[in-house]
């Protein structure tokens, strides 16, 4: 048990740093973009932001998510690698389908991807409220003054 927690652990930090990469490079494109004028408060323009982020973090998301399959692979859970991404993204959003388990031995690897995406998602939506929020805001601010 404790081998797996030290693994987990480790790789929920690698996690964690490659979203935390991918929020801070899309923050750096809203502040230069902003600075610059380039930022237009329109419906469309919002839109097109706010899918554009979700799907760059949607890639950090696949990335770890890949990560944690290859983990598993390595440890011999699964044959090959579509199985153990598939079970991968499973964990990571949470659903549990229960389709496929892992052995005793490293299940508890399952539990902490799991932990895992629920902050890393957390994060995402996080991240999207706060580029909604500012937007809203400042688009209040045009419309009060």
Known sequence: MGENLIIGFI???????????VVSALLKCLVVLEVKGLIKLTFINLSFILTLAMLIMLIGIGIQITIWGALFLWYGEFSDFSTA???SVVNFATLGYGDMVMSETRRLLGALEAANGVLMLGLTTGFLYTILSAFSERWWEKRIS
Not at 11 to 21: D, L
């Open 11 to 21: 790789t929920m930090t690698v996690c964690m740093a490659i979203q935390c990469m």
């Open 85 to 87: 991404f598939y079970h």
